[in-house]
């Protein structure tokens, strides 16, 4: 259950109360415990507070141990509730701790960043990194309830309000319409914050109404995949290089090309695709990367767990909200989007 909210404070304390938990306990990495937790006020004093190191380096077995550690010396039972306050990187911990403690205890989500608004923390994935790839230890499991407070974007700095507006952007490709160009004509580089709220809510609304017809990924779902494919390979290929970029960048990048794809393989239109690569350019820059990275990035495509059978899995458009789900492309097709990027 999603509630919107702007005064956190009654929410929590509102929820907190509904769940009659036997103990409660305040999940945050060490930036959301200084920028967040005050936002919380009174309403989480009675919550036991378990602060783990931020970023995504640290959403590792040892950190996951840590807050079981955290659980145990703080009594918890069945009955007890884990109230994540942080990005993604703590909610898909936070989560996957909840999925596992005692066989799965409650959890809530209190999303801080733009991205975990509208996608980490919707859905019930859950997940931690093992052995360098991402995600790949987890679990499907529902939060009790996602707490939306937008109050929170005015904790975040530019570039990680472009981070999470790329998953919006993946959200109105996947809609359409006029949600589509809503999102092309917004500026994400200075945002207006009260028209992102509303859009906010749009966004979430799209992952939801996809999730709730298939909460495992076994079809619909995997439309969530679009511009992952390419995105995180060109993500895991910057984290080689010792230069990591933001998830969400990585993603437009990913947008981008797949979207290339889609022209080339789906029928999309060569002038919305041209509007996008503007857009992306525009806000997000462009990933530097020669042709002798292809071996790596196609490498990288083939690892994606989404894949089956070393076939490359993408999810194209045939236009803005007419998807076209389990597309498999060449490599030669792949390098050929690939030279469209660096050439473009
Ligand atoms: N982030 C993609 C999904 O939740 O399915």
């Known amino acids: 259950m999603i509630h919107y909210t702007q005064h956190i404070h009654a929410e929590l ?6 769940a009659g938990a036997d103990r409660a306990f305040l999940l945050m990495d060490e930036t959301t415990a200084r920028l967040c937790r005050p936002l919380l006020g009174t309403a989480a004093d009675t919550l036991l507070p378990v602060v783990i190191p931020p970023t995504d380096a640290h959403k590792t077995l040892a ?8 659980l145990v010396s703080g009594g918890a039972s069945r009955r007890s509730l884990l109230v994540n306050l942080g990005g993604g990187m703590v ?22 960043t733009l991205l975990s608004m509208v996608d980490a923390a919707v859905g019930g994935k859950t997940g931690i990194n093992f052995e360098g790839l ?3 230890i987890g679990a499907f499991r529902d939060s009790e309830a996602v707490v939306i407070d937008t109050s929170f974007l005015r904790t975040l700095d530019t570039p990680n309000v472009l981070s999470g507006y790329a998953e919006m952007l993946k959200h109105a490709l996947l809609r359409g319409g006029e ?6 004509r917004f500026d ?12 906010v809510r749009q966004s979430i609304d799209v992952k939801s109404s996809i999730v709730a017809e298939d909460p495992h990924e076994r079809g619909l779902r995997k439309a969530l995949n679009l511009g992952h494919t ?36 789906a029928g999309f239109p060569e002038d919305a695709m041209r509007q996008a690569w503007n857009f992306v350019r525009e806000h997000y820059g462009t990933f530097a990367f020669t042709c002798d990275d292809y071996p790596a990035l ?12 070393g076939a490359i899995n993408f999810t194209l458009l045939e236009a803005p909200g007419h998807l076209r789900l389990d597309s498999h492309a060449t490599d030669a097709q792949i390098e050929d989007m690939l030279d469209f990027y660096t050439n473009t």
């Not at 950190?63 to 955290?70: E, F, G, N, Q, S």
């Not at 994400?188 to 859009?199: A, G, I, V, Y």
């Open 13 to 18: 304390q509102g929820l907190l109360g509904a």
């Open 63 to 70: 950190t996951l141990a840590d807050v079981w550690r955290a």
């Open 230 to 265: 390419v995105g995180h390979a060109f993500e895991s290929l910057a984290l080689r290089r010792g230069q990591p970029v933001l998830h969400g960048y990585a993603v437009a990048w990913g947008l981008v090309c797949e979207l290339y794809l889609s022209c080339r393989l």
């Open 179 to 184: 949600m589509w160009l809503d999102h092309l």
């Open 91 to 112: 909610t898909d911990l936070g989560g996957f701790a909840a999925a596992t403690f005692k066989r799965g205890i409650r959890y809530i989500n209190i999303p801080t």
């Open 134 to 136: 991402k995600n790949e």
């Open 188 to 199: 994400p580089s200075r945002p207006d914050l009260t028209r992102l709220q509303e859009m």
């Open 298 to 309: 196609l490498e990288l495509m083939r690892h994606d767990k989404k894949n089956a059978g």
